[in-house]
């Protein structure tokens, strides 16, 4: 017998992975995404309602996981925290995704799709830092002053490669906590050859793409492994 949940369940997951990987992957190259990618994830919004509201947890859990992701969805819109495709994956992420309801009532809130995917970001973040260290030790000879503290948090690159790709690029005194980028004018008139320290901008849609990955296979992987060893208990 077609199980029709099952199947609309699996339907709503791909058509955000499909939304999240395309924005996700030009996120990455050019921090620029079309608006088209979301379209996928948009279709999914009605399945996930519709599935939510087949029991008072599911629509529950529904209910608190939009709210939570559309108000911090609108925080970042309006505070400038990340670019506009990262609120918008936020709040369609909350609003396409149903729940997986765990076996274990008090890991509901923890296992929330949003708030998943939010602190599964910090696995591919933190990749993404290793790998943007290991390029600063690598090229920190073709840069003045290859302090720990820009080794860290800087990118040493050349301002050919800023030129090709301005938006992934902030100047190094820019703001952490707002999102932009100045890269353009700060290079402007320094030889293309010619290598600087800048702020790089994390490909957060990116992250997030990968993040929800990890929420479809193994829910919130870092509180859940937590969890299972005991490090966390969780109130009733």
């Known amino acids: 017998m077609v199980n029709l949940s ?14 999240l990987m395309l924005a ?9 995404v079309n608006d ?18 087949s029991s008072p947890i599911s629509e529950l859990t529904y209910i608190v996981n939009a709210a939570f ?22 709040l369609l992420i909350s609003l396409g995704t149903p729940a997986m309801v765990p076996s274990s009532p008090v890991l509901i809130l923890l296992n929330l799709p949003i708030i998943s995917v939010l602190i599964n970001s910090i696995i591919p973040t933190i990749m993404l830092m290793l790998i943007n ?5 690598k090229n920190q ?3 003045a002053d290859p302090s720990i503290t820009r080794i860290m948090l800087l990118r040493c690159v050349s301002v050919e490669s800023v030129l090709r790709n301005p938006l992934a690029y902030s100047s190094p005194d820019s703001s952490y906590l707002r ?9 402007a008139g320094l030889p293309r050859d010619s290598w600087i320290w800048m702020q790089y ?4 849609v990116f992250i997030l793409a990968i993040s929800y990955l990890v929420y479809l296979m193994a829910g919130n992987l870092i509180i859940n492994l937590l969890f299972i060893h005991g490090v966390i208990t969780p109130i009733i």
């Open 201 to 204: 901008n994390y490909p957060y």
């Open 69 to 90: 992701g559309a108000a911090m969805a609108g925080l970042i819109y309006m505070g400038k925290f990340m670019g506009d495709a990262d609120s918008i994956a936020i």
């Open 141 to 143: 000879s073709r840069c």
């Open 133 to 137: 260290i290991y390029s600063n030790i």
């Open 24 to 32: 996700g992957v030009k996120d990455y190259k050019v921090r620029l």
């Open 6 to 19: 099952l199947i609309l369940r699996l339907t709503s997951y791909s058509l955000m992975l499909i939304s």
């Open 36 to 53: 088209t990618y979301w379209i996928p994830a948009i279709i999914s919004i009605p399945i996930a309602i519709y599935l939510s509201v």
């Open 179 to 187: 999102a932009g980028s100045n890269a353009e004018a700060y290079v």
